[in-house]
């Protein structure tokens, strides 16, 4: 069966002096597996209704973090906790949802008989049209799940995860196999239950989601927190920004230019990186009047990450 640990009994996170306290967090956690260091002094803590994305290369200990958080794992040394209590409790569990990377549900059975096998686990599910709403999946509610595609198996594998309606919600790859439109819809999902007072877990290579759904992004690399900020923070960790333009200059009067951190040309059309965007640019004016198609872009984080990640590599 998928691994669906679900909620029923929403509640309030417990408050202390007007602050909310971690519904989830990790104490300075370490994993080991024989010679292997998975995880190495970690301390994460996730808040009532913010969407956090553990960012890493592969290998980085994500998916260690998170079988710790869920239980499913127990930690060398350091701490687990759900709710403030051991994440294996089954009263904790049942406040819990998991869409895990691997995941599979019997392939004869349809949906709607999943989603009601899956709902009969709780005292106080969520309705069974409310998370078809939610997952988009009134087109093949009643088909085998066999048939399905792969986006359409990934979003009844995300209605499982969330048919005991839980506080805390954890999501590994949730849109692997999604088109364009499927994937855009689930965020639209994803940011509405975090309205609603669910802490979201989310794990995943797409840069743009993380980007586009979280409210904080940490970054981990060799089990330990490389950087922890809201998007724009870890952006700003950047090399700078990049300009794109058509000009007449060749590669070598691009990479001759003051600031210039990185140069690719293709024909007439040239992309430049830079720490000082408009000190480059009045020199690109200057050295070509006839410049055109201007685009000067913010800091992308595709190439933050890729920036901390091989410092990390650089350093180790």
């Keep these: 069966m998928a691994t669906a640990v679900v909620t029923s009994f929403p509640s309030p996170a417990p408050v202390v002096s007007g602050i909310h306290q971690p519904v989830a967090e990790l104490q300075r956690v370490s994993k080991r597996f024989a010679a292997q260091t998975a995880l190495s002094d970690l301390s994460l803590a996730l808040h009532p209704g913010e969407i956090v994305a553990l960012l890493g290369p ?12 869920l239980g499913l794992t127990p930690p060398t040394s350091g701490t687990a906790r759900i ?16 869409m895990l990377q691997v995941g599979a549900a019997p392939e004869m059975l349809t949906p709607r008989e999943h ?9 106080n599910p969520m309705p069974l049209a409310e998370l078809a709403r939610i997952a988009g ?18 979003r009844t594998l995300f209605a499982l995860a969330l048919a005991g309606d839980p506080d805390v919600l954890f999501l590994d ?8 439109e499927a994937r855009r819809s689930l965020w639209a999902a994803i ?52 300009i794109r333009c058509r000009t007449s200059l060749t590669l070598a009067d691009l990479e001759a230019l003051p600031a210039v951190a990185l140069v690719q040309q293709t024909g007439t059309h040239a992309t ?21 198609e201007l685009e000067v872009l913010p800091p992308a984080l595709e190439d933050a990450f890729l920036a901390l990640t091989a410092d990390s590599a650089a350093v180790n």
């Design 191 to 242: 940011r509405a239950l975090a309205g609603r007072g669910k802490t979201i877990l989310l794990t995943t290579h797409y840069l743009e989601e993380a980007d586009a759904l979280a409210s904080r992004i940490v970054v981990l690399a060799k089990g330990r927190v490389l950087r922890e900020g809201t998007p724009a923070e870890i952006k700003s960790s950047s090399t700078g920004r990049t």
């Design 272 to 292: 430049l990186t830079t720490p000082q965007p408009e000190r480059l640019l009045r020199e690109l004016l200057v050295r070509d009047p006839q410049l055109s």
């Design 115 to 123: 989603l009601q096998l899956f709902r009969s686990y709780y005292p």
């Design 173 to 180: 790859e949730p849109t692997v196999g999604m088109d364009i």
């Design 58 to 69: 592969n290998g980085a200990g994500k998916s260690t973090a998170v079988r710790c958080l």
């Design 137 to 154: 999946l009134q087109s093949f509610l009643d088909r085998r799940f066999g048939t399905l595609s792969g986006g359409q198996k990934q």
């Design 83 to 98: 709710f403030g209590q051991d994440p294996r409790d089954p009263a904790t569990r049942t406040r819990i949802g998991a």
